[in-house]
């Protein structure tokens, strides 16, 4: 079964009008949702590619390094610096700058870098792909919706640790529960929603507005309380699989009073991430019931890929019809950077006899469109 979405020139002329209005945040926050090859495309290397912003020398003291060529001056402050202490900076011909702390002691410390007299976070320690400014553009139209002004009863959003075993390292999630659900505790069915290309499970809470979209929802009578689970996807694609099912799947129904049985599980994903979607709903086609792929698709050029597709949905064609209630495919219209890559997978799908339907609308492969997504997903979900 393949549906289409058709919109009326009211509704076209409603939603362009909100991108307009989105437009300059669209631009400033793009680079977040633009899968990690785009981003790559016709960009010169330079130093700061391979750089190592912190080293520690045997002799126990610590290097700190920034790429700033053009800048005067640069210094470091923070905790990790000696209280009184001045520390020579030294930058090199490929400008970078380089600054010694002598015999640091074991322990955490705060760092930042004054580059000619502004404070720089450094931009190349692990974690500050997570941190990204944001601008909000006072919204119009439906665009109020995602705005955090609603007086309705807020879920939390809880930030989650866990060892994974897959990777042998500690990793993050993110999880949303609805207003009151730490008094009630009451058993709930799951959503889990990933992320794009180089963006982390800081994503959907934050620019991607979840919390905000399933609070209104909620609010609204429009869905059924759920969960929203939010993982950090920013690994290998195929690993991440692994660690889906092995770790973050068994982690959230040890730890939360939720449905531990296909009925319960909802799927979605945008980018890169619709792409763990694709991978993750074809190794276990019986694991989940509802199901979003949100501008995504195999790359058309990659035959192996096609070959490996169409081979695994003749093997799952029986199953995943059977199992899946609804398998939704999403676009951002002919704009969209995925948007011939999802047309092209989806002629494999037809093939195979699989049940599913589509959907777009204007707005190119932007969270205006991911929002979107999730606001005409969610109420669908554990009917």
Not at 286 to 313: C, H, P, Q
């Amino acid at each position: 079964m393949k549906t289409r979405l058709i919109l009326d020139s009211k509704q076209l002329e409603t939603i362009h009008k909100s991108i307009r209005v989105f437009g300059i945040a669209m631009t400033l926050i793009l680079i977040c949702s633009v899968p990690v090859q785009a981003q790559r495309f016709n960009r010169t290397p330079t130093p700061n590619d391979t750089l190592k912003s912190t080293e520690i020398l045997e002799n126990g003291d610590v290097v700190f390094r920034i790429y700033a060529p053009k800048a005067e001056n640069v210094t470091l402050g923070g905790d990790v610096v000696p209280w009184g202490a001045t520390l020579e900076s030294k930058k090199s011909e490929i400008g970078v700058w380089s600054i010694i702390v002598p015999k640091v002691s074991a322990g955490t410390y705060r760092y930042h870098f004054m580059v000619d007299g502004v404070k720089v976070y450094d931009p190349k320690a692990p974690d500050a792909y997570k941190t990204s400014a944001l601008v909000s553009i006072p919204p119009e139209g439906d665009g109020t919706f995602f705005a955090n002004r609603k007086d309705v009863p807020h879920g939390a959003v809880s930030t989650i640790q866990y060892y994974s075993s897959t990777t042998k390292s500690m990793r993050n999630m993110k999880v949303w529960t609805p207003a009151g659900y730490h008094k009630t505790n009451k058993k709930l069915p799951v959503l889990y929603l990933l992320h794009g290309g180089g963006d982390s499970e800081k994503a959907w809470p934050g620019v991607g507005r979840a919390g905000i979209i399933m609070d209104n929802l909620l609010a609204e009578g429009k869905i059924t309380e759920m969960m929203v689970v939010m993982p950090d996807g920013g690994i290998d694609v195929n690993l991440f699989v692994e660690d889906f099912f092995n770790e973050i799947i068994p982690y959230i129904e040890s730890n939360y009073n939720v449905y531990a049985d296909t009925e319960h599980r909802a799927l979605a994903g945008l980018s890169m991430g619709g792409l763990e979607v694709l991978n993750s709903f074809m190794e276990k086609p019986d694991m989940f019931t509802y199901i979003n792929v949100m501008s995504s698709g195999w790359f058309a050029n990659n035959k192996e890929m096609y070959a490996n597709g169409d081979k695994r949905l003749a093997e799952i064609n029986t199953t995943l019809n059977k199992t899946v209630k609804l398998l939704l495919f999403t676009q951002g219209g002919p704009e969209d950077i995925a948007y011939a890559n999802g047309k092209e997978m989806l002629k494999v799908f037809d093939k195979n006899g699989i049940e599913y339907e589509f959907s777009e609308m204007p707005g190119g492969h932007s969270w205006h469109v991911w929002r979107h997504d999730l606001k005409n997903f969610a109420p669908r979900l554990f009917k």
